[in-house]
C-alpha cells in the first residue's frame, strides 16, 4: 500500500511568487494534516481536514497560505505571495484514527 | 507555550552505550507516539502507546508511557550509529475532538562508532 505522498520534494522560488504543494494521503483516510517546520524549531500544525471539510485551520499562518482537499482526497497548500519566512520543510500526515503517517515532506526555500 | 518538551534536545554518545530521552507534558494525552526523522525524510512512526504505564519494546528500543499519561520515555540499550536521527514524541490531547496531533521539538540524537 502506498503512503503519503508529497509533491515536489523541493522547491526554491522568489519572493513574491507562488507556489503549490500537493498531497496524497493513504487511500481510505479521512483525516489529513499539513504541518511545518521552521528550521530550528518544532514540527508545527497548520490545520486539519476531515475528508473535505476543514476542521481546524488555526495554525495557519497568515491568509497568504490557501488549502484545498476537493473531494476529500488530495490535497493542496498554496503559498501566494510567498515571503522569506514561508521558508521551511512542509510536511502532510494522513490519519484513520489516532496515529499518524507522514509523507516525505517539501523543503521550500523562499529566496 | 510548549506542551510537550522533549529531553535532552542533543545528545552524543559512543556506540553500545545505553541513554534514555524524555517527553513530559502537564497536560494528559489520549496516546503518545514516538517518531524517528532522519535527513530529508519525514517522521517515520516507531510506536503508538496507549494505556498510563504500558511499556513497548521494539528490538533495543524500550518505550513507556507515564501513569497519567503526562509523559514518555525511550530507553535505547547498546546504542548503534544506525539509532542515529532526530527522535519526535507527539499526541492528541484528551478531549480533542478532532485527534490533531502535537509534536515535541525532538531530541537529535548522534552516535559515534
Known amino acids: 500500500e502506498a503512503g503519503v505522498t508529497q509533491f515536489p520534494s523541493h522547491s526554491v522560488i522568489e519572493k513574491g511568487q507562488t507556489v503549490t504543494l500537493r498531497c496524497d494521503p493513504i487511500?481510505?483516510?479521512?483525516?489529513l494534516y499539513w504541518y511545518r517546520r521552521v528550521m530550528g524549531k518544532e514540527i508545527k500544525f497548520l490545520l486539519h481536514?476531515?475528508?473535505?471539510?476543514?476542521?481546524?485551520e488555526s495554525g495557519m499562518p497568515n491568509n497568504r497560505f490557501l488549502a484545498e482537499r476537493t473531494g476529500g482526497t488530495y490535497s493542496t497548500l498554496k503559498v501566494q505571495p510567498a515571503e522569506l519566512e514561508d521558508s521551511g520543510v512542509y510536511f502532510c500526515?494522513?490519519?484513520?484514527?489516532?496515529?499518524?503517517?507522514f509523507g516525505q515532506g517539501t523543503r521550500l526555500t523562499v529566496v | 507555550t510548549q506542551l510537550l518538551e522533549q529531553s535532552p534536545q542533543f545528545l552524543s554518545i559512543q556506540e553500545g552505550e545505553n541513554l534514555t530521552v524524555y517527553c513530559n507534558s502537564s497536560?494528559?494525552?489520549?496516546?503518545l507516539q514516538w517518531y524517528r526523522q532522519e535527513p530529508g525524510e519525514g517522521p517515520v512512526l516507531l510506536v503508538t502507546v496507549v494505556t498510563g504505564g504500558e511499556v513497548k519494546k521494539l528490538k533495543r528500543l524500550t518505550f513507556q508511557f507515564g501513569d497519567a499519561r503526562k509523559d514518555s520515555s525511550l530507553h535505547i540499550t547498546a546504542a548503534q550509529p544506525g539509532d542515529t536521527g532526530l527522535y519526535l514524541c507527539?499526541?492528541?490531547?484528551?478531549?480533542?475532538?478532532?485527534?490533531?496531533?502535537?509534536f515535541g521539538k525532538g531530541t537529535r540524537l548522534h552516535i559515534l562508532p
Open positions: 487511500s481510505g483516510h479521512d483525516n
Open positions: 481536514f476531515v475528508k473535505e471539510s476543514k476542521q481546524d
Open positions: 497536560s494528559v494525552f489520549s496516546s
Open positions: 500526515a494522513s490519519s484513520q484514527g489516532r496515529t499518524a503517517f
Open positions: 507527539a499526541g492528541p490531547l484528551v478531549g480533542n475532538r478532532d485527534d490533531k496531533i502535537i
